[in-house]
């Protein structure tokens, strides 16, 4: 056997860990390894190097990726470089499939979220033997209870959270942190609960402004003389939509969120007698070394998809489900974003300490 392994989309911390788990679990079992650099460019372009247990080994606790990766590289519709050029995007999906034959590969393990899973489904459907494996620091993948990376990522924001409590304290300040997440507002709440975060403004719960003043001030007749806002860069008013920083042309999701919490901070300007500061974690969320939650569970993903590759379940992705590793359907696991519910348990649980979700309405 020999299988190809690529990650693609973002990076999180994680990924080296992943890489290292299929590759060491397929080395045990006689096969040989191939890693495809920079995601779905290296299948198009031909682009990839062998990996043996030298190349995977001291890469466990290590951020990012070995083997690079893309948010661009779409097989079925290819921008050539340079990036932006006028030509169209152009269907490669053959050079793809010309490559993982040239290669002699008998499967592929595709490492990504939610994009890189759609084009995984894609190459399976036209019969490529591919494995997924999900990556998200969004925790927004509906087929597993959790993604490597989230936790990483949460740890990031749970600290800032832990150090503005300071400063907000020492200058009877509004602090707003504000995570990342895209549509789904898993890090922005965790962060938030784990924190202690006086209020968390999430995608999933639109918030109103008049209700975040009154958090606010309600605080300040407690004696509590600062407050920290934790806010996922999703967050949207009741009235209006998510704040976009930029598009990113020939990315799968073009659309880059950011800045939500100037306005949030324009918002309180003058009416919680306070000052406001913003603080924007952005790709520090992302970088750095995982934890060993997220090293923990993406060996366990990388062994069990060597696993499935061994018993040629092809078209599945690996999952985490009720403690447990096992598998899906690509294509009962893309497409389907999992997102906060206004009535979960948790959501309860932050209102049952005191927290606000800038909507009065929501009572958990
Ligand atoms: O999906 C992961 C993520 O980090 C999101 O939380 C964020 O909105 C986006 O990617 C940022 O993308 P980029 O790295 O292209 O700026």
């Known amino acids: 056997m020999k299988i190809g392994v690529l990650t693609a989309g973002g990076d999180c911390p994680g990924l080296n860990a992943v890489v290292r788990g299929v590759t060491k679990s397929a080395l045990r079992r006689g096969w040989k390894v191939v890693g495809i650099c920079d995601g779905f460019r290296g299948l198009v372009e031909g682009d990839f190097r062998g990996l043996d247990d030298t190349d995977v080994s001291g890469i466990l606790v290590r951020g990012g990726t070995i083997l690079g990766t893309s948010n661009t590289a779409n097989p079925f519709s290819y921008a050539l470089p340079p990036l932006g050029s006028p030509e169209r995007p152009r269907d490669l999906s053959k050079l793809a499939f010309r490559n993982f034959r040239r290669l002699g590969l008998d499967a592929l393990v595709a490492i990504g979220g939610d994009g890189t899973l759609t084009m995984a489904n894609q190459l399976y459907k036209r019969g490529m033997p591919v494995i997924g494996v999900p990556k998200t620091i969004d925790n927004d993948l509906s087929a597993t209870d959790v993604t490597f990376g989230f936790d ?62 009154k958090a606010v001030l309600e605080r300040k007749r407690r004696g509590k003389k600062f407050s920290i806002i934790v806010v996922a860069e999703g967050a949207k008013p009741a009235r209006g939509g998510m704040t976009v920083a930029k598009v990113v042309k020939g990315s799968t999701d073009p659309v880059r969120l950011g800045g939500v919490s100037y306005k949030i901070a324009e918002l309180l300007d003058g009416r919680v007698g306070m000052e406001t500061r913003v603080v924007i974690l952005g790709h520090v969320q992302r970088g750095g070394q995982p934890t060993p939650f997220d090293r923990w569970l993406a060996t366990g993903f990388g062994v069990k998809a060597a696993e499935l590759v061994s018993k040629k379940m092809f078209g599945r992705m690996v999952s985490f489900r009720n403690y447990g590793f096992a598998s899906v359907p690509l294509s009962a696991a893309v497409g389907k974003l999992r997102r906060v519910s206004p009535s979960a348990q948790e959501i309860r649980t932050a209102i049952g300490v005191g927290t606000s979700f800038g909507n009065s309405g929501v009572t958990g």
């Open 152 to 213: 990483s990522a949460l740890a990031v924001a749970t600290e800032a959270v832990d150090r503005v409590h300071t400063t907000a304290e020492s200058h009877n300040r509004v602090m707003i942190v504000e995570t990342m997440g895209r549509y789904a507002g898993w890090i922005a709440l965790r962060a938030g609960l784990a924190g202690g975060g006086d209020i968390i403004l999430l995608p999933e719960i639109p918030y109103k402004a008049e209700d975040i003043i």
